[in-house]
């Protein structure tokens, strides 16, 4: 679908959703205009603007013009119904502009952001309601309507429309959040909680005499546990059902004896308690999480240790004996070239890996590393050695290829080893899954003056959404037997040397690695 298709399709989505939202709100009015006590579809149309773009404005504008024309009939003429329009659509557009500089598509998830969201919508909805009322008191449409009231309701109907709605379609907008949400709400300990809320809603409009705000607290207690049990997710579902349990209740409010500003700050204090408690609950259990890999971590550099340490001692004895080897054949005098050779390879690999052992060790303990300069071309070299004894035989076609005159490397070679034998190695097993065979390719390139990338590519399906989320963090395995270990380990040694290891998103394997040059 072309953009303009999907714009036109946007819009014919959103225009009667905002209409229909707006007629179910317009109660209790000052005067025949939109100055009621609860106003939740300025929060669809900022949620389309922070999602989509400020280019959705021109749509916003139209969508509340008809929607002032539909639902109130424009009572103060087409001209005024167009400047109230503009008004109000340059006010939204601003917020969603703010919050999405700030917040990008909607990260509520601390109290930072939180706290910032909450301030941008409450001040920038007080400019927009002082902008509207005063268009409508500068043109003599309010009657003998105070400034200072009809504004305070504009004002409140806007900040807790727009902080009660607003995270809940930003939520349902994202596929995660909304898989989260309705994994939420399919639980029998969620239902039990809307049953409460909803009885405790009755109680506080039809099952007890009296104004309805002074037993508001009521709703205080559900809320708490559903917040606490849920976390923000919880929040932002039980602030709706809350919103609509209001507005339910005060459409039924035969009398009129709602003390309606009093009812809404109410739920704006509900609404905020909520959702900041709910930042609080999940903080903390990401605190916990990352706490328990803390010790998993701590005890895997801890086993690691005592590995090193045995491996260490075998390799030394293979070595010793090694040499001894060497020294019976001189004695001997056989001139067994071949078992000489034999031998001194042995001696060599030992050497090497007891020399991997112990880097691996100091790096872990105290972020030690040996530096060297190293040309960007062995390490291409190296790759494909080690992808050509990773392979071994199978029908995988390995390619290789640097760009000319890359820069000199400043690395530690036996660690980047380790990083391209755990990328090769993945790279492997990811094509070794496709039926006819596949290809993997290295290539290194220079990004700017003070880096070199290495990219692993293959033809393999790659890391599926969920893994590729959490992929270098520890213990997180796309492989049944993978420990999750390497490519946590790969990115640590990266990152010590001052560079990075990212999996750009794509529909294959392909990782890149970028490591610092000598000059830099």
Not at 52 to 75: E, K, M, S, W, Y
Not at 156 to 177: K, S
Not at 188 to 209: D, S
Not at 220 to 243: D, E, K, M, Y
Request: net charge neutral; with cysteine.
């Amino acid at each position: 679908m072309t953009p303009t298709g999907r714009y036109l399709r946007d819009a014919a989505l959103f225009a009667p959703c905002y209409i229909l939202l707006d007629w179910a709100s317009y109660i209790y009015p000052v005067g025949p205009f939109n100055i009621t006590p609860w106003d939740p579809q300025p929060a669809l149309a900022i949620a389309w603007m922070i999602l989509h773009g400020l280019a959705n404005a021109p749509a916003v504008l139209l969508t509340i013009f008809l929607a002032d024309i539909v639902v109130r009939g424009a009572p103060g003429g087409y001209t005024i119904a167009l400047l109230t329009s503009s008004v109000l659509a340059a006010g939204y557009a601003a917020i969603a502009w703010g919050l999405r500089w700030m917040l990008g598509r909607g990260d509520f998830s601390s109290i930072r952001r939180l706290t910032m969201f909450a301030a941008v919508v409450i001040g920038a909805s007080g400019l927009v309601g002082a902008a509207f009322v005063g268009t409508l008191h500068g043109a003599g449409l309010l009657d003998d309507a105070p400034f200072g009231d009809s504004w305070l309701r504009f004002w409140i109907g806007d900040a807790v429309g727009i902080l009660v709605t607003l995270p809940l379609v930003l939520a349902a907008a994202d596929a995660q959040r909304r898989a989260a949400l309705v994994a939420l709400a399919r639980k029998p300990e969620a239902l039990l909680q809307a049953l409460v809320l909803v009885g405790v809603l009755w109680l506080i409009f039809n099952g007890l005499r009296g104004d309805p705000a002074h037993r508001f607290y009521l709703l205080f207690l559900p809320l708490i546990w559903i917040t606490v049990r849920s976390g923000l997710n919880g929040a932002i579902l039980a602030s709706a059902i809350v919103q609509v349990g209001v507005l339910l209740g005060m459409h039924a409010e035969k009398q009129g004896s709602l003390t309606i500003v009093e009812l809404q700050l109410l739920v704006a204090a509900l609404n905020l308690t909520g959702l900041f408690l709910g930042v609080m609950v999940d903080e903390r259990a990401r605190a916990e999480e990352r706490l328990r890999q803390t010790l998993r971590l701590a005890a895997a550099g801890e086993m690691a240790g005592a590995i090193a340490h045995e491996v260490n001692q075998p390799l030394t004895a293979l070595a010793n004996y090694g040499r001894a080897a060497q020294m019976l054949l001189e004695r001997a005098g056989s001139g067994g070239d071949e078992l000489h050779q034999a031998i001194a390879k042995m001696l060599a690999e030992a050497g090497r890996a007891a020399d991997v052992v112990r880097r691996l060790r100091d790096f872990f303990r105290a972020g030690t590393t040996r530096l060297e300069p190293v040309e960007a071309d062995e390490l291409v070299a190296l790759a494909r050695r080690l992808g050509e004894a990773a392979i071994a035989g199978r029908p995988i076609e390995l390619q290789t290829r640097s760009a000319h005159e890359l820069p000199v490397l400043f690395v530690d070679r036996l660690q980047i080893e380790l990083i391209l034998r755990n990328l090769l190695a993945n790279a492997v097993d990811s094509v070794a899954t496709q039926a006819r065979g596949g290809h993997i390719t290295v290539a290194a390139e220079a990004r700017g003056d003070a880096q070199v990338c290495i990219a692993v590519i293959d033809s393999g399906p790659g890391p599926t959404p969920s893994v590729r989320e959490r992929l270098f963090e520890p213990f997180v395995s796309g492989k049944p037997t993978g420990m999750g270990l390497g490519l946590a380990v790969s990115r640590a040694i990266a990152e010590g040397h001052g560079g990075s290891l990212e999996a750009p998103p794509s529909g294959r394997g392909e990782f890149h690695l970028v490591l610092p040059c000598a000059r830099s």
